[in-house]
């Protein structure tokens, strides 16, 4: 409890004054991604390291669908999809800001294979094939699973990818960069 106080204190005290220390403001900035994480409030996205400008012009092109994983509390213990030597580098996405009312949730363990799953009908709604619309969960399901997972696992275990796919809108959300 007491770093999230430290976090939150930096939080509040960043809007009630003006730090002129440039250092001090990116201190603060800094705690509130680790605030993200403790809260299970930020979601990442890893990006293969070939896909960085596909990615990046789609960010400026319009809404697309794409996915992300909700990491358990501290961000800690889980596995991200892709290869460390494909995709080394991700964003971090600060959930509150992302609008989830179509998006779709699956839990850890279940691969949904979202891109060969899922169709558009003449609107451009999104569609799930393949049945996985039949194993699909909640943010307050998805943030329990992982809370359990957490408290039943070794330091040492980790814990599957989960996927929450949905329309990002731009660079709405964006909070950071993790490698």
């Avoid at 294979?113 to 699909?136: M, P, V």
């Avoid at 809370?147 to 696992?153: I, Q, S, W």
Wanted: aromatic share 8%; charged share 25%; proline share 4%.
């Amino acid at each position: 409890m007491a770093v999230l106080d430290e976090i939150e204190t930096c939080h509040t005290e960043s809007f009630r004054r003006r730090a002129s220390d440039e250092a001090e403001q990116q201190s603060c900035r800094a705690d509130d991604v680790v605030s993200l994480f403790a809260n299970q409030q930020a979601c990442v996205k890893t990006v293969k390291n070939d896909d960085w400008l596909r990615f990046v012009h789609q960010l400026h092109s319009g809404p697309f669908r794409s996915s992300v994983t909700l990491p358990p509390p501290e961000g800690k213990r889980m596995c991200l999809f892709g290869r460390v030597s494909g995709g080394a580098v991700g964003v971090v996405f600060d959930r509150r800001a992302l609008d989830l009312s179509e998006a779709f949730i699956w839990p850890s363990g279940y691969y949904a294979k979202t891109e060969f799953n899922i169709s558009f009908d003449k609107n451009n709604n999104a569609e799930l094939t393949g049945g996985r619309d039949q194993h699909l969960v909640t943010i307050p399901e998805l943030m329990e699973t992982n809370r359990a997972a957490m408290a039943m696992g070794s330091e040492e275990s980790s814990i599957s990818y989960n996927e929450i796919n949905f329309m990002v809108q731009g660079p709405a959300g964006i909070v950071g960069v993790f490698a």
